[in-house]
């Protein structure tokens, strides 16, 4: 019996994401009074899962898996939940997470819940919260399988450590026909993407065109922090559709969400609704983010941000 | 090649969400229901495929009677044929096997479904229909071409796109991008008079259960208002000593 855990890395390297799940999969392991193991595909150095309470890594050495694929990685990973005899199985909510997670659900006959904000309210019946109609609500739902699938979401838990250390062991499950085979990949990395992003600066119509998108960069590039961007905004093409933020693009579960001429759509608010710090810099005094927001500017934007980079860049400076 | 689109019935995106009953069950009261925006651009696809490469195109949503005025928007906007599984939806394994049925049933080539639906979010149907039936999957769909068996897609991943090569039959989640949104199309008159006479056929459902059962639901806690600011070094010192966000 243990808590499985299943744990991303790039060039070898785990992401926080993975060290969160890994202390959420901890505090399951705790409540239930079992281990945790954590699977990593091609993993590097394990030893930063110990540190947030894996006890064991199986680890997928396969060069056919560098580049995601869906179906075996949820062969994989249900393979590996099989032979620890799994309770629980416990995923980020990254793209490539969402993607295998209803597949690892039919290979293992798992009740999965997406988007899960906390620890599980009770073990028997294993029930948990999670957020539902894009952020305007949350459901606790009950998973009535004999293994559970939870999808924790971005930032919900954090990360705790713990003492121990993790015994890695190589695993070589069947993996089966991959059916999706990867031709290209395009992602700028020098770039934080909004998934991984604790901070995301974001600006609206209000920059009134894409020329304008130096200083939200600069912002971005001064705070460590990923670019994002609202509806019209993408739709009339001055960024890219995977900025988009908000109902029907991508929800944004970041510690600091920084909005900039985005006067706040019900859509747009429901996509941000799980960040925890939310600013808003807006020359209408009326716009409805003000209302969502903790803490706001009335300004024009043209003369706030530059002035908020260059304070920003001595601030960090001064405090790096 | 044979098409069906999945087609979720759910709250416009403007919706306010209250919950009736002890907060057990979503309150439809006053809420206008539309195709799931994910949906849509799925479905806006397969119109395309219907009229550059001669597919038929069939929709279904899983759901009582009050889903088939949405159904019937999908018929007015060109799908040939919609079906509806005849029974209350409660959870995305229940959907999901009550959709491979019928994909199995009626042999199609390709899925569309939404990478999510805008109500519950659960984000598992489209893999998991492709899971029980063994198509191939790609989720996230930004782009989609079919020659012959043979597929090219694009999909959404984190900070970029990925490129795939897969083969029919395959599922997908599609999203915002598998068609641009100016693409999307309004029923007109002709549509929608057509789409009366358009059969909707009513299946009973094969009896699949639940995995997952929504105990109840919550509205976040109301938020305090907002602290206005008037300078930006105010602004940076509440982000560092008060939020702690910087």
């Given amino acids: ?320 | 090649m044979k098409i069906l689109v999945c087609i979720s019935h759910v709250p416009d995106t403007t919706s306010k969400i209250n919950f009736t009953d002890g907060d057990t069950k979503f309150d439809t009261n006053g809420v206008q229901f539309v195709i799931n925006p994910n949906d849509e651009f799925g479905l806006t696809r397969a119109m395309w495929f219907k009229e550059k490469q001669g597919a038929s195109v069939d929709v279904i949503n899983v759901g009582g009677p009050e889903t088939e005025p949405t159904l019937r928007k999908a018929l007015a906007i060109g799908a040939d044929t919609a079906i509806r599984v005849n029974v209350e939806a409660k959870d995305g394994f229940q959907v999901a096997k009550e959709l491979a049925k019928v994909v199995q049933d009626g042999g199609y080539d390709l899925v569309i479904a939404g990478r999510e639906s805008i109500d519950y979010n659960g984000g598992m149907v489209p893999g998991m229909l492709a899971g029980l039936t063994g198509a191939n999957f790609v989720n996230t769909c930004i782009s989609l071409d079919v020659d012959g068996t043979a597929v090219t897609a694009t999909r959404e991943i984190d900070g970029g796109k990925e490129t795939v090569k897969t083969s029919l039959p395959l599922v997908i989640g599609g999203q915002k991008g598998l068609v641009e949104e100016s693409d999307l199309r309004i029923p007109n008159m002709r549509g929608i008079m057509m789409a009366r006479k358009k059969p909707l056929s009513v299946v009973e459902p094969s009896g699949a259960g639940t995995e997952t059962n929504a105990v109840s639901f919550e509205k976040p806690a109301p938020k305090g208002a907002v602290k206005l600011v008037e300078t930006v070094d105010e602004l940076i010192d509440l982000l560092h000593n008060e939020a702690k966000a910087i």
């Fill in chain 1, 1 to 320: 019996m243990s808590v499985l855990v299943y744990t991303e890395s790039e060039n070898g390297v785990f992401k926080k994401a993975s060290l969160e799940v890994a202390s959420y999969a901890k505090g399951i392991a705790d409540m239930m009074g079992t281990s945790v193991t954590a699977v990593a595909v091609n993993g590097g150095d394990t030893a930063p899962l110990g540190t947030y309470g894996v006890d064991k890594v199986l680890n997928i050495k396969d060069a056919k898996l560098d580049a995601f694929n869906a179906a075996a990685y949820a062969k994989g990973i249900a393979a590996a939940a099989k032979a620890e005899g799994a309770q629980v199985v416990v995923l980020t909510q990254s793209a490539n997470a969402k993607y295998l997670a209803p597949l690892l659900a039919v290979a293992l006959e798992a009740g999965y819940a997406s988007n899960v904000v906390s620890l599980p309210e009770s073990a028997s019946p294993f029930t948990v919260k999670r957020t539902a109609f894009t952020n305007k609500a949350f459901s606790h739902t009950e998973i009535s399988t004999e293994i559970k699938i939870v999808g924790l979401g971005q930032n919900a838990y954090g990360l705790k450590e713990a003492s121990g250390a993790a015994a890695t062991e190589d695993f070589s499950p069947e993996l089966g026909d991959f059916g999706v085979e990867v031709q290209s990949v395009d992602k700028a990395t020098d770039k934080v993407s909004i998934a991984d992003a604790e901070v995301v600066v974001s600006a609206g119509r209000g920059l009134k065109g894409p020329e304008n998108w130096g200083m939200i960069e600069e912002m971005a590039d001064i705070l460590g922090a990923a670019t994002a961007c609202s509806k019209p905004v993408s739709d009339l093409g001055w960024r890219p559709h995977g900025e988009h933020v908000g109902q029907t693009g991508k929800p944004v579960a970041s510690n600091l969400y920084i909005a900039i001429g985005i006067s706040g759509a019900i859509q747009h608010l429901a996509g941000i609704n799980s960040s925890k710090v939310k600013v808003v810099i807006n020359n209408d005094p009326e716009a409805p983010f003000f209302k969502a927001a903790d803490y706001g500017i009335v300004g024009d934007a043209f003369e706030v941000v530059p002035e908020l980079n260059e304070k920003l860049r001595a601030f960090k400076a001064a405090n790096s």
